[in-house]
């Protein structure tokens, strides 16, 4: 095996010989996405591209919580433009969207925005009983991104979907199972982080040790070239809208009055 990569923002760890473990490692923000991390993140998938024995990415985040979406900061405040943002979200969809190996999401604590959106791409996605899920858009003042507005509706049917696109709701890990973009929820409410991490290893090992070339074979039928199309069409009509929104006055102050709200312990604002 070669020496896994370091990064800022992502931790990278064998769990076998076929299957590494990628760490969101930015708790102190509750893994909260910046620059930084999109381009982590994309390095971290390409490296892991090139390892022939590697046939399962695990991924999960260190802390309280999985992911808490996006660092809200205005450019004025150190932040990145618009224009940045949607460049570095666009280059790691590139390599996520029908990426060929086995991607498999760790969900605990919160996966918000980005961070719920992107599971789509995942092939399979694990929840602890106590995780939730949350896309705020409408209470920012944004559009949905990520293509939530093509993937959400397609795994889980319009009604569903909008509880996340157009209420904003908090939505608990049973209740993202019965709508299909949670494929199990893992454990007992009491477990640990720690806990529920080493049982969703054991399967990306069990899955790691399947053939490598079965398993993209599998996916590449899966992840039929017209679903991605789509996918990524919804993507540029998302991002065109940002541009609109991110720059109206209306989600200026929205954003505003969010990042003014108190922080709690972990400075997460969840």
């Known amino acids: 095996m070669s020496k896994p990569p370091n990064f800022s923002t992502v931790e990278v760890e064998y769990l076998s010989d076929s299957a590494v473990q990628f760490s969101y490692n930015q708790p102190k923000i509750s893994n909260a996405f910046t620059l930084q991390q999109y381009h982590d993140l994309r ?75 992107q599971l789509f791409n995942f092939d399979l996605v694990y929840a602890h009983p106590n995780a939730f899920f949350q896309t705020p858009f409408m209470s920012l003042g944004f559009v949905p991104e990520g293509q939530s507005s093509y993937t959400f509706p397609k795994v889980m049917g319009k009604q569903h979907a909008n509880r996340l696109l157009l209420g904003a709701e908090r939505v608990s890990a049973p209740e993202m199972y019965t709508s299909g973009l949670v494929t199990q929820v893992i454990g007992e409410s009491a477990d640990s982080r720690e806990t529920f991490l080493s049982k969703v290893a054991e399967i990306g090992k069990r899955i790691g040790g399947f053939s490598g070339e079965s398993l993209r074979m599998c996916k590449a039928l899966a992840n039929r070239p017209v679903t991605l199309a789509e996918q990524r069409e919804a993507g540029m009509r998302e991002g065109a809208d940002l541009k609109v929104r991110l720059n109206s006055p209306e989600t200026k102050a929205m954003m505003a009055a969010f990042a003014n709200k108190p922080k709690g312990k972990d400075k997460s604002k969840l």
Do not use: F, M, R
Not at 102 to 111: E, M, Q
């Open 43 to 117: 390095e971290a998938l390409l490296w892991a591209l090139t390892e022939p024995k590697i046939n399962v990415v695990v991924q999960c985040g260190k802390g309280k919580h999985y992911c808490a979406g996006k660092v809200l900061q205005s450019p004025d405040e150190g932040g990145p433009t618009i224009e940045q943002e949607i460049e570095a979200g666009g280059k790691l969809g590139e390599v996520l969207q029908g990426y060929p190996k086995v991607l498999i999401a760790a969900i605990h604590g919160a996966a918000i925005g980005w961070g719920c959106t």
